[in-house]
């Protein structure tokens, strides 16, 4: 039996404790949060878990095998590092560190004690996200030419991180995950309205053979929006994740030039088939990803949504604040992303 102690049961806490107590093999034995009312409901929701509102005896506690870190993303380092230099797995909340830097050290030290560690990129065990791969595996979109993505809702603006930090790490994950290819370079405009960090910006990630990639954040919109188009050579992908009937639908739909000089005479034609929309897997997402964190530590196997992956969306966000603070200018990332690191296991066992 794997045992777990949750670090902070704010918003996301008490779905992390659910989650890990519905897991086979796992079990929640310790929640540590600064808040006695959250954890007097805790207690009432889970008789027996052990509370306390200092960490250190959750990440000093032998009788811990794991810790799951829900806290503000200014924590994430110090916490991380004490479990796992007290001999503890890591399941930490996106984004994964403040600082790329930060992130490499982690990695190191879980590496060198032999502890794995999981970042918390939820959308990727989505039913919509797994057939979406699935989909693009099979060759059934045909070549990728495009990927855009809306993430804008009203509110929850934050204290300590932009609008970028607070919901791109999703995207750029899930972009991350569906497209095999590695980003070379990222521009990004943003704006502040209600304080200093940035509550909108437009992101446009740049990928070899013309491939590229754009994503609006925004936490002033008046309504929620989740939708990623997927424009494909063979057909065209829509994952509107608010939809909860028809959250995926593909388009039989594109452009053709009739010969390579068409493309200069603009002598093309326009397919414009059937439009059908897949059954999605309803498996709550987060209950699968919590059972792949158990798993590989009782498999000792690598995650999913391991540390590399988290360093990567962290190396991506701190170039969206480069190129904020320079107005748009492009940086390349290339470099960045090509750090020494075991290949991503793509596909998983569930």
């Known amino acids: 039996?794997?045992?777990?102690?949750?670090?902070?049961?704010?918003?996301?806490?008490?779905?992390?404790?659910?989650?890990?107590?519905?897991?086979?093999?796992?079990?929640?034995?310790?929640?540590?949060?600064?808040?006695?009312?959250?954890?007097?409901?805790?207690?009432?929701?889970?008789?027996?878990?052990?509370?306390?509102?200092?960490?250190?005896?959750?990440?000093?506690?032998?009788?811990?095998?794991?810790?799951?870190?829900?806290?503000?993303?200014?924590?994430?380092?110090?916490?991380?590092?004490s479990a796992l230099e007290n001999g503890k797995h890591v399941f930490v909340e996106?984004?994964?560190?403040?600082?790329?830097?930060?992130?490499?050290?982690?990695?190191?030290?879980?590496?060198?004690?032999?502890?794995?560690?999981?970042?918390?990129?939820?959308?990727?065990?989505?039913?919509?996200?797994?057939?979406?791969?699935?989909?693009?595996?099979?060759?059934?979109?045909?070549?990728?030419?495009?990927?855009?993505?809306?993430?804008?809702?009203?509110?929850?603006?934050?204290?300590?991180?932009?609008?970028?930090?607070?919901?791109?790490?999703?995207d750029f994950s899930?972009?991350?995950?569906?497209?095999?290819?590695?980003?070379?370079?990222?521009?990004?405009?943003?704006?502040?309205?209600?304080?200093?960090?940035?509550?909108?910006?437009?992101?446009?990630?740049?990928?070899?053979?013309?491939?590229?990639?754009?994503?609006?954040?925004?936490?002033?919109?008046p309504v929620k929006v989740r939708t990623t188009l997927i424009g494909g050579e063979k057909k065209m992908l829509v994952w509107n994740d608010v939809n909860a009937d028809e959250k995926i639908k593909i388009y039989d739909r594109g452009v053709e030039a009739q010969s390579a000089q068409g493309i200069y005479d603009l002598l093309v034609s326009y397919r414009s088939g059937d439009m059908w929309a897949p059954k999605v897997e309803q498996t709550e997402a987060l209950r699968l990803e919590c059972q792949h964190f158990v798993d590989c530590i009782k498999n000792d196997s690598l995650p999913l949504n391991n540390g590399y992956m988290g360093l990567e969306v962290v190396q991506m966000l701190e170039a969206c604040d480069a190129s904020i603070k320079n107005e748009g200018r492009m940086i390349s990332i290339e470099n960045l992303l090509a750090v020494d690191q075991p290949s991503f296991p793509m596909d998983f066992e569930l």
């Open 174 to 221: 899930i972009m991350r995950y569906l497209i095999k290819e590695k980003p070379v370079a990222l521009s990004a405009w943003g704006c502040s309205h209600i304080n200093k960090m940035e509550d909108i910006a437009y992101v446009t990630v740049h990928f070899p053979n013309r491939k590229i990639a754009h994503f609006s954040v925004n936490w002033m919109s």
């Open 94 to 170: 996106k984004p994964f560190t403040a600082t790329s830097l930060q992130a490499l050290d982690l990695i190191e030290i879980a590496e060198r004690e032999k502890l794995k560690i999981m970042v918390d990129h939820t959308f990727l065990f989505t039913g919509a996200v797994r057939l979406i791969r699935q989909l693009i595996a099979e060759k059934k979109l045909g070549e990728i030419y495009y990927y855009d993505s809306v993430r804008v809702n009203l509110g929850l603006f934050q204290h300590d991180v932009n609008v970028v930090w607070d919901l791109a790490p999703h």
């Open 1 to 81: 039996m794997i045992k777990i102690g949750v670090i902070g049961c704010g918003y996301w806490g008490p779905n992390i404790v659910r989650n890990f107590n519905a897991a086979d093999g796992a079990q929640v034995v310790a929640v540590c949060d600064k808040n006695r009312d959250v954890l007097k409901r805790i207690g009432k929701d889970n008789p027996g878990v052990h509370l306390c509102i200092d960490c250190s005896e959750l990440v000093n506690s032998s009788s811990i095998d794991a810790v799951a870190i829900v806290t503000p993303v200014s924590t994430h380092y110090q916490l991380a590092k």
